[in-house]
């Protein structure tokens, strides 16, 4: 039985971020690819030497919770286009981030969110829809009436607008009490509408979204106990009356007072055996070194273990960054090298360590892509490409286009082909020596025709 040994816990996106040239020679040279050559997530070439690339080899994805506000560091971004496939919004999808006034949406922030995790080809999964915290004022002064009109609301025009982009979504979040009473969590939808808030919840996202994989989120349910045991009867009562639900995220949250539990993997189990898929959420794991690297694996082998596990998502890149900070519960350290807990992850996916990364010894590098310009034709992408925690004196990157892309120019880097013409190499062009950490970059124009899609960005070569 696993009890939070927090007097009060803090969802891990309740602690907001304070504030919320081409010199071009042409070249001639022209690239086609095929659709089927494409390479579906962006990441090394040699997918199993990243998170994302062995998680998916096993048909699975790992996944990172990710704040629009740090997208602009380069070695956050880096990190996460390198090692992820899929993304959550930490805080941008939340009540209070996309409706703080009633019926006046704002999805800036969560737009941004969405439309780097699309250029990287990863999964995106949405959180959260309804849940007791972080909603505006106005929603706890609402009717029982106005309330259930509201909720409803909210649900479906946040929905419709992220309509076929988003893999999966937290409908409800955090609705069941700790302790033992199994009982419903004292909330404006609690109090006002009672238990059935969850379906008319989960009835109305099934509306307005109807390819979207539809969850129950919460934390303290990763082991059998009076909380899960509620969860779960609730969730193979929807099944047996027809319900739409298709998953149950986990978020396995843990430290010493509340440690990954023996049954953990039984669990998974049992709620996949409804006939739900499962999902782990929001993994952090307080600690350092062997014994933090220890749980991550045990995590990590109980999805794989569980054929309904479709997927891990951290919460947060790095550590500096994290909600539990001062517990360094990630893979990556303050400077984004890599934990002994990465190892053990990658390890457990059935990977082997190489290409990029966000840190770690010898010579290596990392390749990250953003597009810069577009035009009514074309566009121009830009690849930075950052050292690694030792100095290199030589790196190459492989960039492909889409199937009815073709590049016109490059610039900062020379460019070969294979064969067939298809995958472009890049070479330095006088800039090859990079301090440990430091970054160049490398542009090519290509000419969309009709194809808007980011090019695959293959893995960084060091040497």
């Not at 062995?54 to 880096?78: C, D, I, S």
């Not at 472009?424 to 490398?442: D, E, H, I, V, Y």
């Amino acid at each position: 039985m696993v009890i939070d040994s927090r007097q009060v816990r803090q969802e891990p996106g309740d602690r907001r971020p304070r504030l919320r040239v081409r010199r071009a020679f042409s070249l001639g040279v022209v690239g086609l690819l095929t659709a089927a050559g494409v390479l579906a997530l962006s990441g090394p070439a040699s997918a199993a030497s990243t998170l994302g690339g062995a998680a998916a080899a096993k048909g699975r994805y790992f996944g990172a919770a990710v704040a629009a506000n740090h997208l602009g560091e380069a070695p956050y971004a880096t990190t996460l286009d390198t090692e992820f496939n899929a993304v959550t919004p930490e805080n941008e999808m939340k009540w209070d981030a996309v409706e703080s006034s009633r019926n006046s949406f704002n999805f800036g922030s969560a737009d941004q969110i969405v439309g780097h995790a699309q250029g990287k080809g990863m999964k995106i999964r949405g959180h959260t829809l309804v849940w007791h915290s972080q909603l505006p004022g106005w929603v706890g002064g609402l009717s029982a009436t106005e309330l259930r009109s509201a909720m409803n609301n909210h649900i479906t025009k946040v929905m419709q607008h992220y309509q076929g982009k988003i893999y999966a979504w937290d409908v409800v979040n955090e609705a069941f009490q700790d302790g033992n009473s199994g009982a419903g969590r004292s909330s404006p939808f609690q109090d006002k509408l009672g238990d059935g808030f969850i379906e008319e919840a989960f009835r109305t996202a099934r509306a307005a979204d109807p390819g979207a994989k539809l969850c129950y989120n919460d934390y303290n349910t990763d082991g059998q106990n009076a909380k899960s045991n509620a969860v779960y009867a609730m969730v193979k009562d929807f099944k047996a009356r027809g319900v739409p639900i298709d998953c149950v995220g986990f978020q396995s949250h843990f430290n010493n007072q509340s440690p990954v539990p023996g049954d953990y993997q039984q669990n998974l189990q049992r709620f996949a055996d409804l006939g739900v898929d499962v999902q782990i959420t929001e993994l952090d794991i307080e600690g350092s070194g062997t014994a933090q690297a220890d749980n991550y694996r045990r995590v990590t082998q109980a999805c794989l273990a569980v054929s309904r596990c479709t997927g891990i998502t951290v919460w947060g890149v790095t550590d500096k960054y994290s909600w539990r900070a001062s517990g360094t519960p990630l893979l990556f350290d303050n400077n984004y090298a890599k934990k002994p807990a990465y190892t053990a992850v990658l390890t457990a996916l059935g990977g082997t360590s190489g290409g990029g990364g966000g840190g770690g010894g010898g010579a290596s590098c990392t390749a990250s892509y953003s597009e810069t310009q577009r035009w009514g034709d074309r566009f121009n992408g830009q690849v930075t490409v950052t050292a690694g925690s030792s100095a290199i004196s030589d790196w190459t990157v492989t960039v492909t286009v889409r199937s009815a892309q073709s590049v016109s120019t490059t610039w900062n880097g020379t460019p070969s082909w294979d064969s067939s013409g298809k995958v472009m190499t890049m070479r330095p062009n006088g800039n090859g020596n990079l301090g440990a950490g430091a970054a160049t970059s490398f542009g090519f124009t290509v000419m969309a025709n009709g194809d808007w899609s980011a090019p695959a960005i293959g893995s960084c070569t060091a040497s």
